[in-house]
């Protein structure tokens, strides 16, 4: 009998043993992980255990972190092919558009009858949205491509959005829109004034694009950052998908033809270039699309 217990106590203290060691290995691949995804370490999972089964374990592991990091290369490698395309096809696309604008000036100087003119001028009307479009795919291959170089300066949001609203009066009065801008607080932001105007001016320019009634602008101070809010009611809010409206290429209203669905991606990047952030929303029928930039202190 007293061997018996003998026996079971070794068996319990083995096993107790060989649990504190499972842990502690348990533990140390856990804390190698850890590293991976806080320092970027690369290094493979080890294990000194001679246990099979243990060994197994971080074999696959180490092969799981091996797909997973070659599936990252090569997402990167398509990113930059994806780049490079587009660099190219929009400098490929501008050249005979030149072209095209200059052969149609020597048609407009020409004699031409009313019928013609008319042609003429639809014609004018599509190789200008052509343009457009072209120079919003060059405009965002050059950001992709260039490094980040900011030339941050305090300015007045407020100011460079009033004047961006003033520039674009003519083509608000072509669509036919108001725009409601009531008292906007005095905001200073620390930012890149250049890359600040394209982002008002592609947050326009989308209003202008889709808007199915006049505009309504605000902006908002919470002490750290300052929020410009463009307000405009649409007609399609059942196909707009808020949370995907900054997505490259995705538009709502794909059988129109006339959006690359970049102009709202571009504002994303500049906006997150900045330390700042993007944001959309649907309140009834009125698209709320905001842009926060750190504030100057």
């Not at 030149?98 to 639809?122: E, F, H, P, V």
Request: overall charge negative; proline content about 2%.
């Amino acid at each position: 009998m007293g061997y018996t217990i003998l026996f079971l106590c070794v068996i319990l203290a083995i096993m107790i043993f060989w649990v504190i060691i499972l842990k502690m290995h348990m533990r140390s691949i856990s804390k190698q992980l850890e590293k991976r995804i806080d320092e970027g370490a690369r290094n493979s999972i080890s294990i000194a255990m001679f246990d099979k089964d243990a060994i197994r374990l971080a074999e696959n592991i180490n092969n799981c972190l091996v797909a997973e990091e070659n599936a990252k290369q090569a997402l990167a490698s398509e990113e930059r092919q994806f780049r490079r395309m587009i660099a190219d096809i929009s400098h490929d696309l501008r050249t005979p558009l030149t072209s095209i604008k200059g052969y149609l000036q020597l048609l407009s100087s020409s004699q031409l009858n009313d019928a013609q003119r008319g042609r003429l001028a639809i014609i004018e009307k599509h190789v200008q949205e052509l343009g457009g479009l072209i120079e919003h795919f060059f405009e965002y291959s050059y950001l992709l491509s260039v490094e980040n170089q900011l030339n941050l300066e305090r300015f007045s949001l407020t100011a460079e959005t009033e004047e961006c609203l003033a520039a674009a009066v003519p083509q608000f009065e072509a669509h036919c829109m108001s725009v409601e801008i009531g008292e906007l607080p005095s905001a200073f932001i620390i930012a890149d004034k250049e890359k600040t105007v394209r982002i008002i001016q592609n947050l326009i320019r989308n209003c202008l694009q889709h808007s199915a009634g006049n505009l309504s602008v605000s902006i908002t101070d919470d002490g750290e950052f300052a929020e410009l809010s463009m307000k405009n009611p649409v007609s399609n809010t059942q196909e707009i998908q808020p949370d995907k409206l900054f997505d490259r290429f995705y538009t709502a209203e794909k059988s129109r033809g006339k959006s690359t669905g970049l102009g709202l991606s571009i504002v994303k990047l500049l906006a997150e270039q900045m330390n700042g952030s993007t944001s959309a929303r649907l309140e009834g029928n009125n698209l709320i699309i905001s842009v926060r930039l750190p504030k100057a202190q």
